[in-house]
């Protein structure tokens, strides 16, 4: 052991290069779930199953150009793209097993303090967890939409392609929300416990036990479907496209829910790792 | 006269009913400080508040003349290294090192290079591309070290360092840690419950117990208090029925006994300067294969209650 005096050059670059610290997260999220073989079977499955067909089918089959009814209506060749129950159920089954530990690990061995202890703050640290998650997710509720959209784009017959990109660019919003939409809810859950097998396997059920819920209480009050989280999307999907909430819906109660669902649980996420960072 | 690097003023943190750091008054400068106290006398807490990762509950602490609490900035001169292995067994140390600086906002090229020239520091150029699943102790300590000076910190904070590590990975980080002072100019707070591993790395001490800052300076006169006492270390390992035998032969051996199926022994030793200069080779001498050696301290506790009382 010992230290070449000559060839020890101290570092003196920039500290402060803020973009960059949260990138460092994002970008060893990113690959610490690209290397994990249950995300990556998740990954191809999903795309196999929901969007392969959709895509090679709209490929071939001859229409004028991509309309909004091809991704959130009832389509006759296409069905509705976006409000497929088996994409819903694999972007769960995606979000259970990538988000359960990003939080949950931390608390559990302590790597807080591997953040904390460095030039990070509370938000720099969850966007950049966050930002890590999000690059995985998109490949199942992002990148597949804009494949779709740019395949019918590319083989349709009409030349109305203004109207065409002007769906593309409503589509990338509606993946984008699709994948805010579940990994705050997905975060939330990991932050809320030390075990990654109680945040997945709450993440799922969670999902499920609120569809329920607004299922069955739907049969009193037609409002008590926004309880269904799949349902909230759907809806939104719909305004996204231009679409009206169907007539017995109350849109307050959707705007109320919608907020909720989507900013509670980031609220919920920071301060319960600012409560941790804070020490007891 | 030097600003001092951490200045505590009545500083006190509890956790519910349990009191972590009471009343705690120190200043540190320049150099390396070595924290001494037994378990549970508070060295973790008042680190921990020192990298600004804990809150006091009343009083101040400044470090590097600012206030550590959610103060992002200042960790850009700070490197922590903490007690507990947190490391991912799945990354590589390269990996490791690349998100840790990139935490510190270097990249690219002077990253790589900054990674190539610490990695050579701390010994472990070789072991760069291997996950940190297979590291040793020695080597998952060593990165950690790499970790926490990365980005070339002023302050260097580290927990307990040598715990759990064998006699020969000791005595390789020790001549470690003083070459990050030495050699690179880093000044050092290091804890440790066992006097004489830090006694090896300096000769400036605080002795914090129950909490408080009970004592501090130069280490000569906390020693002579705590030869005067026996000094009890446990050795784990296998094949240590000779090293027994040998110890027992030394003239500064008061006992050695025999704990669970003889693969631990507790020696009793009366002067532990002497013990710690020639352990190392009797090891290597007798070809024993140890897991662990560390002193036990009720020596230390002892001392620690005659200076409370005194």
């Known amino acids: 052991m010992g230290i070449d005096r000559i060839k020890y050059r101290p570092w003196n670059g920039e500290k402060s290069s803020h973009f960059r610290r949260v ?11 690209m290397k994990s073989k249950g995300i990556l079977a998740i990954l191809i499955i999903g795309i196999i199953l929901v969007h392969a067909f959709p895509i090679l089918f709209g490929a071939v089959i001859p229409h004028e150009e991509l309309t909004a009814e091809m991704m959130v209506g009832d389509n006759v060749l296409i069905g509705s793209y976006l409000k497929n129950g088996l994409s819903i159920i694999f972007i769960l089954l995606l979000v259970s097993v990538a988000c359960s530990d990003l939080i949950a690990q931390d608390l559990n061995d302590k ?29 199942l509720t992002l990148v597949p939409l804009i494949v779709f959209c740019l ?3 590319g083989t349709q017959t009409g030349d109305d392609y203004g109207s065409s990109l002007n769906i593309l660019g409503k589509t990338i919003i509606a993946g984008i929300l699709t994948t805010v939409f579940f990994i705050s809810y997905g975060v939330m859950i990991s932050s809320l416990t030390k075990k990654k097998t109680y945040a997945g396997v709450g993440i799922f059920i969670s999902f499920f036990v609120l569809t329920t819920i607004g299922s069955f209480f ?3 009050d037609q409002n008590w479907s926004l309880v269904s989280p799949t349902n909230l ?3 939104s999907y719909d305004m996204i496209y231009g679409f009206d909430l169907p007539t017995d819906l109350n849109p307050n109660i959707f705007g109320v829910l919608f907020v909720c669902i989507l900013f509670i649980p980031l609220v919920v996420t920071y301060f319960q790792v600012y409560r941790i960072e804070v020490g007891k | 006269m030097n600003k001092p690097l951490i200045k505590t003023v009545d500083l ?5 009913e349990i009191i972590g750091l009471n009343s705690f008054e120190i200043e540190i400068s320049s150099g390396i400080t070595g924290l001494i106290g037994p378990n ?6 008042f680190l921990n508040l020192a990298n600004g990762t804990l809150k006091p509950k009343t009083g101040q602490i400044t470090v590097l003349g600012q206030n550590p609490w959610m103060n992002s900035k200042l960790m850009s001169n700070i490197g922590f290294c903490p ?20 935490l510190h906002g270097i990249k690219g090229i002077k990253l790589k290079n900054r990674i190539n020239e610490i990695s050579e520091v701390v010994g472990m150029k070789d072991e760069l591309y291997r996950k940190i699943g297979g590291y040793s102790k020695g080597m998952r300590q060593r990165i950690k070290l790499a970790g926490s000076i990365i980005h070339e910190p002023k302050l260097l904070l580290l927990d307990e360092p040598l715990s759990g590590a064998d006699p020969q990975v000791r005595k390789s980080l020790i001549e470690l840690i003083k070459s990050l002072h030495n050699d690179l100019g880093h000044d050092i707070i290091i804890s440790s419950h066992v006097l004489y591993e830090v006694e090896r790395l300096t000769n400036k001490i605080a002795l914090i117990y129950k909490g408080r800052a009970i004592a501090s300076g130069e280490i000569s006169e906390i020693r002579n208090l705590i030869d005067e006492h026996p000094h009890n270390i446990i050795i784990e390992g296998n094949k240590i029925s000779d090293l027994a035998k040998k110890l027992l032969d030394m003239k500064y051996t008061i006992s050695v006994g025999y704990q669970e199926d003889r693969k631990i022994i507790k020696v009793q030793v009366s002067k532990p300067d002497e013990f710690f200069e020639t352990i190392t080779e009797l090891i290597t001498s007798l070809d024993c294969e140890i897991e662990r050696m560390y002193s036990i301290d009720d020596n230390l506790e002892a001392v620690f209650n005659y200076l409370v009382e005194g």
């Open chain 1, 23 to 33: 990138y460092a997260i994002s970008r060893k999220i990113f690959f610490q779930k």
């Open chain 1, 111 to 139: 790597s807080f303090v591997l953040y904390f202890s460095r030039p990070i703050k509370t938000l720099d640290y969850l966007t950049g967890k966050m930002g890590g998650v999000i690059g995985v997710i998109s490949i």
């Open chain 1, 151 to 153: 395949v019918m784009i």
């Open chain 1, 218 to 220: 739907t049969t009193f």
């Open chain 1, 233 to 235: 999307l759907f809806y």
């Open chain 2, 12 to 16: 006190s943190k509890w956790y519910g």
């Open chain 2, 40 to 45: 549970g006398s508070g060295k973790s807490t």
């Open chain 2, 83 to 102: 007690d507990y292995d947190n490391l991912s067994d799945e990354v590589t140390g390269r990996e490791f090192l690349e998100l840790v600086g990139g």
